[in-house]
């Protein structure tokens, strides 16, 4: 008996996916191939390499590829009711209080590591060796003189720390208690701001310690050093910075509608290094967005090939 | 000693003030707090205990209500994604110089060949500058925003004048409308309409029709009674009393809304971007601050700022004719001259993409990358002028800032100004502030007495450290006096509220730099606007820089702030200043420029020296129009309060942000409601202290 109902709802699956899918049935498991699948662009030229290599991947497919402009929050509630129908490079350590929401209620699902290399802690420009010695120790930061050099009026008598901005959580204001730093957490309020403060130190040769993250473009540009964080007093995400997660997002109806396209997001990955030199050719050469990516692929199929050919199978 | 006995021979025009009385109860109360500061904390820091969770009450309730009507209101997003992608899609097809050709056909005939000569240079800047497809999207946008405002402008506006008795309610929603930051209703619409273009174009219409309801409610008002009477009296029905006696009588009215309308809308082109949907300027600009490119976020930022005064000159063209009658080249551009113009631009248009289906045609440039040489002029600045930058921004932080902050007590200490004050030194402060006040109360009376007073306690113990319920009854006093008991109790219910709410301390925050930057806004504006007055030189120098101030998006002028002088408050109050100077520098040229001549003359001819008839005659004069102007500063600085959270401020503006980075749209909506409710106040206030002061001049 459970036989038979097995193979009537095979068929059952079969007869909807052929009718799904008006295209050849050697097409079937492409899904919807005619429906644009949305990529959602985030701000930052990283997102844009990822998300344009498994868009013009996805175009070698079959599909056809719509890229849409969403900010780092909103994207969540456009993967939740399928008017975004991905996300490729989604930083774990930056989702919000909505992310864990729409998980939880089953509208987006998490299909995996991107497997980017990261790094994210405190850094400081180079110069700073020689204004707080012992650095990248950490312990260097604790020398009067160093504190001396890093207080401004704001935080006197305590020195400055550039924290990322309010919204993104403050974990370095709890490592710097829990480590009874002489320093003040000043949230910085966006991006923009910690690249502009870290170039400006960078050119006016001004003490600077704050929190950053890598693969970044400005990274390939200032000259930076990672200071050896203390050890963390507890495990937690709280306490202890660790490398974030990058995890590509789908909407929860993706798998249904273009199984191959799905197969293959679970399948794609990213390099840092390799992104960061694409990111360089594009901000700072100005070369185009799809010129750089299209010149990876054709340089890189032995890369992509597997991802590609295990969709297909 | 010296103070209660120079008092003395005053106290009998004390007497016959009753107003004076609670002022004086209020002083009482204010020494009580401060002495009981140290066994009573919550005087100054109030509890989190305390306070409710309105918030997640507004989110609980939003979540089932949102679930109920959000299929109607999705329904109403797929209804707007069709002609706003319809709109998208024919500006992407429209070559051009198809483009080029019918908007110079319209500058020509709204004001004259120089505006269309402007018109092609900021589209040719547009091409230029490697901007043109994301400039279309935008004018989609904005395209299909203002229709919608329009036509339930006009409508609300109808309303509101046949039925006065709704007219409160109205005028309060308007004020809402256009007070609340956009950001703190983003969520909200997010969770509504869906992701998507469509919020940007629901946010921008939100904030595009309160000046359409306005201009229409003022339009039919002023319609004259002769001509509604003739109207009567020709047999009119009521329809055609309205469609063909009173709209065509107030058409220059809604002319003008028309113009600001499109303006509001233009302008929110760039919070729109900040949920995404579809790439357009203002997501250009917000890429740009994201990467600190200076060059780049000038380069997208003057392509809003031309686009606004284009549209702004076409449509004012169009709604008001020249004084001096329509020029040569107006006259030439005929009706029937325009729709052939524009025809022939369409003809062209379909030629164009016949020959060339899938060409761009948009010429390759690498002005964008070539802007990377502003950021390096700019960095070599920050090199070279560290130490200048550096002794400005801790100058005015020690002087200013920091004693705003947490006053003369809180300030000097070893730590920050290198000493403390003994006891005399506090004493000698004591008696200078009641000295002064007691000078003020001779020559300008109790009010400006009560004022220094409050000062002197303010600057002793600055903003974070004064009592909350001195304050709040302080305020509530003074709105109750100036503009009656409904005003201090919509203060008490305001502040009250924030209160409740936790956001007293980001209260605090933002009302101490708005204070400051209206302060110097009025005073370095007003010293500008001054000699504007007096110079043509200088007024027609200051006129494209004040142009360029308020249309260029804000954040354009963060990323230099930033790197001169750091994430804080100080970067901050540049920010803020910089936007809200305008108006000061506007309406004190105007007041000035617009002073009775005969009177001006007068006042010279009995000999006074040019510094007196200024501020004896010229100035007093201006008066009402330097308060609206005054009034227009204070909301420029709190609008800007949600922009200026970018570079790491802690007040209502951040804690808009955060809600939105959070997704917590009752925290967004209630720091929102906040900002809306000082702006209010402020503005209640203000107009009913001139109405008093033309009531009491009459």
Known sequence: MPKTINRVRNAGIGL????AASAPVAAADLGAKDEPIKLAMLEWTGAHVSTHIAGQLLEKLGYKVEYVTAGNFPQFSGLADGSLSASVEVWMNNVGDIYPKTLAAKQIEDIG???????EGWIYPKFMETVCPGLPDWTALNKPDCIKALSTPETAPNARFLDYPADWGSRAATILADNNMQYTAVPSGSEGALVAELEAAEAAKTPLVMMFWGPHYALAENDVGWVTMPPCKEQTNEHCITPPDVDKIVWSGFGAKWPAAYAFLKAFKMDAGEQEKMMLAVDKKGEDLDAVVKAWIDKNEAVWKPWVDGAKG | MTAPAAIAPSAQRFAIAPALVPWCALAVLTALCLLLKTELPWLVNF???WTLPLASYINAVADVVVAVIQPGFRALSALLDAPMRGARLALAWLPWPAVMLAVAALALKSSGERLAIFALATLAYILLAGYWPQSMNTLALVLLAVPISIVLGFLLGVLGYARPRWRPVLNGALDLMQTVPAFAYLIPLLLLFGFGPVVGLIASAIYATPPMVRNTMLGLERVPAAISEAGLMSGCTRRQQFWQVEVPTALPQLLVGFNQTTMAALSMVIV??????????GWEVLSSMRKAEFGQSILSGLVIALLAILIDRLTIGFAKAPK???TRAMRWMTPRRLALSLAIALALAVVIRLAAPDATLLPETGLRMQMGAVNQWLLGLVRDYAWFFNGVRNAVLYCLLLPMRVGISGSATPAMWGFSLPPSALAVYVVLVLALAVLAARRLGWRAAVAVLAAGLVLYTGFLDLPWPVFILAVALLAGQVGGPRLGLFAVAGFGLILVNGLWPQLVQSLYLCTLAVLLCLLVGGALGVWA??????????????????????????IPALMFFKVGEFTALIAITLYAIVPPIRYVEHGLRHVRADVVEAVEQMGATPLQTLLQAKLPLALPVVMLGLNQTIMAALSMLAIAALVGTRDLGQAVYVALGKADAGMGLIAGLSIAFLAILADRLIQAAVARSAAASR
């Not at chain 2, 200088?538 to 954040?555: E, G, H, N, Y």
């Open chain 2, 324 to 326: 001096t009658g329509p």
């Open chain 2, 533 to 558: 007055a007096h110079s043509e030189r200088v007024s027609r120098l200051l006129k494209p820089i004040c142009d360029a101030l308020q249309t260029m998006p804000q954040f354009v002028f963060l």
């Open chain 2, 47 to 49: 509890p989190k205990e």
């Open chain 2, 272 to 281: 729109a971007a900040i949920i995404g949907g579809f790439e357009d300027i």
């Open chain 1, 113 to 119: 590591k991107l497997d980017l290399k990261t790094r």
């Open chain 1, 16 to 19: 909807a996916l052929m009718f």
